[in-house]
């Protein structure tokens, strides 16, 4: 995959849409993403849309069969540190 931006998730609904231009970028719909999970469509269309929830365990599953991962890193404040 060429895009391999990251995507700042603060909310469910960022964490959709990052979610979905993974899944976008590759070409992929969400039914194929749903057979390869074992995740029903309808599932990843209410968490790229902020509907619901996803446990961590289900987030992860989506993004290791688009071959993305979790990271964390600490938010950009704004403010210099001297």
Not at 4 to 14: D, G, K, M
Not at 16 to 21: E, K, N, P, Q, Y
Not at 25 to 38: D, E, N, R, Y
Not at 43 to 67: C, F, H, K, P
């Amino acid at each position: 995959m060429s895009n391999t931006s990251a995507y700042p998730v603060r909310s469910l609904r960022q964490a959709g849409t990052a979610l979905r231009a993974r899944r976008t970028a590759q070409g992929m719909s969400q039914k194929q993403l749903g057979k390869i999970t074992g995740t029903a469509q309808s599932t990843i269309s209410d968490i790229e849309n902020g509907v619901v929830a996803a446990s961590l365990d289900v987030y992860l599953r989506l993004l290791e069969a688009m071959g993305a991962e979790l990271s964390v890193s600490d938010r950009l404040s704004g403010r210099d540190i001297n």
